[in-house]
């Protein structure tokens, strides 16, 4: 039956140490036709229960009534592959005879994976970073620790996104929350930015990831990964703040000011607005040209330079004047200008 066995297996004598059986997937462990447990690799002896030269204590007390002896260790192979191997021992006494059968299997795949999990939640609680695996026909498989830094209440049907109850979502973000619902009971791609108010944690700012995929044999499974962007959206609006404070005092000032971007005029003071006699909504998302609409050789219709220019310009209630001014290029957080 040894050779029959598609696990590695052998039968040895208990007390001098002798191989007796071994089958074809144990031969393949090992270099050389060793015939007794000291003559095989260090590593081989510890898992196989065999210590300098005798059987381990925990072997030799086993009782016909206890289960076998389990050993675990990273073994390397002849052709030098790493492989996590599992060994099950079990002493047999028969005739007077202590015979030592053992049972190994590769358990490489299953420890790479716990391996996996382990670092992909240390990498999360450090993120602060949720993930979670849902299926259609099961529910929910997998929720790493932080998958539910937001769980209140009652438990979550199935089908909802775990860890999130509506109740805690702010009503202004109740309809991205809902996009996201939708996305995850039919399966679809989405990226959802929304925020909650938790009753310890307080206002806090959730960026949600739903992606579909298939697994073996065509199942649908959805990955859906949530990420605490608190910091990320108070950094956010303390620039739109400072943005329109400093706009407030820029708006105050009695020189134009009107800021053109790639797609053209974005924003213009109070006193270019009176100048130009237009307010920002008639002439936004337009080239500066359009406030000389009159002189195709205006500087308005040039690019933008560092030098000062001197111009004139006829306001849209008819007014003409002159202008001394300059452009200054400012880069923007997208790497244009």
């Keep these: 039956w040894l050779a029959l ?4 297996a052998l039968l040895a004598d208990a007390a001098s140490g002798t191989l007796l059986r071994h089958n074809a997937a144990f031969a393949a462990l090992y270099a050389g036709a060793p015939r007794h447990l000291n003559d095989l690799p260090d590593l081989l002896q510890a898992l196989l229960g065999w210590h300098r030269g005798m059987p381990l204590p925990a072997l030799t007390a086993q009782r016909p009534q206890d289960g076998p002896l389990v050993t675990e260790a990273e073994f390397i192979d002849p052709q030098g592959n790493h492989r996590w191997l599992q060994a099950r021992l079990r002493l047999w006494r028969h005739n007077g005879r202590s015979l030592l059968l053992a049972v190994l299997e590769d358990h490489s795949t299953l420890h790479e994976r716990d391996l996996a999990h382990q670092q992909l939640d240390a990498l999360m609680d450090t993120a602060a970073v949720g993930l979670a695996t849902f299926q259609p026909e099961a529910g929910w498989l997998k929720a790493h620790r932080k998958g539910s830094p937001f769980k209140t209440g009652a ?4 089908g909802s996104l775990q860890g999130i109850n509506r109740e805690i979502v702010e009503p202004a973000s109740l309809p991205e929350f809902e996009r996201l619902q939708r996305a995850l009971k039919k399966g679809d791609a989405v990226e959802v ?5 938790h009753p310890e944690l307080g206002r806090r700012w959730l960026l949600t990831r739903v992606a579909p995929g298939l697994l073996a044999g065509g199942r649908r499974s959805t990955s859906v990964v949530t990420l605490d ?5 108070q950094a956010e609006n303390a620039l ?3 943005a329109e404070s400093e706009r407030a005092v820029l708006d105050s000032v009695l020189v134009g000011i009107v800021t053109v971007g790639p797609d053209g005029i974005e924003w213009m003071n109070r006193s270019a607005r009176r100048m130009f006699g237009c307010e920002l909504e008639d002439v936004q998302g337009q080239p500066m040209g359009v406030l000389a609409p009159e002189d195709d050789e205006h500087a308005f219709h040039t690019e933008p330079g560092a030098d000062v220019f001197e111009c004139r310009l006829r306001g849209r209630d008819g007014r003409e004047f002159w202008v001394i001014g300059n452009a200054v290029q400012t880069p923007r957080e997208d790497g244009e200008t």
């Excluded at 962007?229 to 959206?233: D, E, K, M, N």
């Design 193 to 197: 930015r929304y925020a909650v108010r």
């Design 240 to 242: 739109l703040l400072r």
């Design 155 to 158: 438990r979550q049907p199935v």
């Design 229 to 233: 962007v608190t910091a990320q959206a």
């Design 5 to 8: 066995l598609p696990l590695p």
